[in-house]
């Protein structure tokens, strides 16, 4: 056998040397691969987990929904997803004066495609807006002029201020039409009166003039 040389042995290990690392990178690409077909088929394109996040993205649209009955402004309305009565009510322009809203459950989810229909208390006037203007009753001669103010809001007793109007907010002492403005500015930003006792929030309204007001308005 003849002698092999230092050079030519140094050749054989370094040659030895990279047939083993070109052979331990292909066993480990062909591992790799063999683990991504195995999650592509665990996991098809298209499949229910996948189309569950479409379909639950889809649904979150929000709802339309048909406001009818004693409001202002019966009509199709869009709301969020999770709405409630009460803001569809709200969007159709709020219940007329003779609205009966105890026979809607206010707090209730809508649903896509629900019709929500608001009912007139027996004996209201049908049509009669939330708001619409009384004849004021004529004032016994000699009266009062503060207590003839107190009752000239309308006949039917002291102003709504969630469905008061513009013109019916101008009637009260001491409020003019840039203070009936604002009043009405407050409502629409903060969803409504929760207490008369809220008018000291309104610029303009300070104490004694709610004071006055207390008498005149309710919610």
Do not use: C, W
């Amino acid at each position: 056998m003849p002698e092999v040389s230092r050079p030519q042995l140094a050749v054989y290990l370094a040659a030895a040397v990279a047939i083993a690392l070109i052979g331990a990178r292909y066993l480990h690409e062909r591992a790799a691969s063999a683990v991504g077909a195995a999650a592509s088929a665990g996991t098809p394109r298209g499949s229910d987990s996948t189309r569950g996040v479409r379909l639950e993205r889809a649904s979150g649209g929000g709802v339309v929904v048909h406001v009818v009955g004693a409001v202002r402004r019966p009509g199709v309305y869009r709301l969020k997803a999770g709405a409630r009565v009460d803001e569809a009510v709200r969007r159709a322009g709020g219940p007329l004066r003779g609205a009966e809203l105890s026979g809607l459950n206010l707090a209730s989810k809508l649903e896509d495609g629900r019709q929500v229909l608001v009912p007139l208390r027996a004996g209201a006037a049908p049509g009669a807006r939330a708001g619409a203007a009384a004849p004021a009753p004529a004032a016994a001669s000699g009266s009062d002029p503060a207590a003839a103010a107190a009752v000239a809001p309308g006949a039917s007793g002291p102003i709504d201020l969630n469905t008061a109007t513009l013109e019916q907010l101008d009637t009260l002492a001491g409020v003019g039409p840039a203070t009936a403005q604002k009043i009405l500015a407050y409502r629409q930003q903060h969803g409504g009166f929760r207490s008369v006792d809220e008018l000291d929030q309104v610029p303009g309204i300070g104490a004694k003039k709610l004071a006055a007001l207390r008498p005149l308005v309710r919610v």
